[in-house]
């Protein structure tokens, strides 16, 4: 079974910094494009960052671009989103998921975060 | 990129048929067979029920279909039941951004 879970969710004030992490299981990791998505509180999805699976291009929505990044590690199957210079409108569940022919297959349960004084 | 529109809310009785519609541009919606639909149930991960306009993944009910006619795309939910009551959001590829876009969300209430 095609499994995702992440982790490094938690508080940090406007202007930190989080590392999320998403560890993939049951499938080959580096045949799939991925990505991190996001939903703040009531509202709704949205795209932030996508990785190919050779890791050879990312992309990023323009709300993140310059502070976020987006990498992997194949060989540890598992994916990652640096976040910084963190805003509170950056508030929000950060869900991880794979990327194939612009829809994602399979999801994890999320992570959350918290950006306040 | 805008985010496609949908309706705030949709909603009908158990046995009935809803349906959500997704508007977009020729440039996403119109322009490409790329889209997909996600179902959210309260506190959940998104789940893919369609792709590729009416594609469904192994272990989604028939009852979920997906059709699109020029800019807009649209979800049917057939022989409502309770577990269908959920948030619904579309995705399409776009030709402007190399992420795509969602939809705003429809929230189907099963009365």
């Known amino acids: 079974e095609m499994q995702l879970l992440e982790s490094g969710g938690g508080l940090a004030q406007p202007g930190g910094s989080l590392r999320l992490s998403c560890v993939a299981s049951?499938?080959?990791?580096?045949?799939?494009?991925m990505s991190w998505v996001r939903q703040a509180p009531g509202k709704g999805l949205e795209r932030v960052s996508s990785?190919?699976?050779?890791?050879?291009?990312?992309y990023s929505a323009d709300s993140v671009k310059g502070r976020f990044t987006i990498s992997r590690d194949n060989s540890r199957n598992t994916l990652y989103l640096q976040m910084n210079s963190l805003r509170v409108e950056d508030t929000a569940v950060y869900y991880c998921?794979?990327?194939?022919?612009?829809?994602?297959?399979?999801w994890g349960t999320g992570t959350t975060v918290t950006v306040s004084s | 990129q805008s985010a496609l529109t949908q309706p705030p809310s949709a909603s009908g009785s158990p046995g009935q048929s809803v349906t959500i519609s997704c508007t977009g541009t020729?440039?996403?919606?119109?322009?490409?067979?790329?889209v997909s639909w996600y179902q959210q149930h309260p506190g959940k991960a998104p789940k893919l029920i369609i792709y590729?306009?009416?594609k469904r993944p192994s272990g989604v009910p028939d009852r979920f279909s997906g059709s699109k006619s020029g800019n807009t795309a649209s979800l049917t939910v057939s022989g409502l039941q309770g577990e269908d009551e959920a948030d619904y959001y579309c995705?399409?590829?776009?030709?402007?951004?190399?992420?795509?876009?969602f939809g705003t969300g429809t929230r189907v209430t099963v009365l």
């Open positions: 998921a794979t990327y194939k022919s612009y829809y994602h297959h399979v």
């Open positions: 049951g499938f080959t990791f580096d045949n799939y494009a």
């Open positions: 990785i190919t699976g050779s890791a050879f291009d990312t």
């Open positions: 020729s440039s996403d919606v119109g322009g490409y067979s790329y």
């Open positions: 590729e306009v009416n």
């Open positions: 995705s399409s590829y776009a030709l402007s951004s190399k992420l795509g876009v």
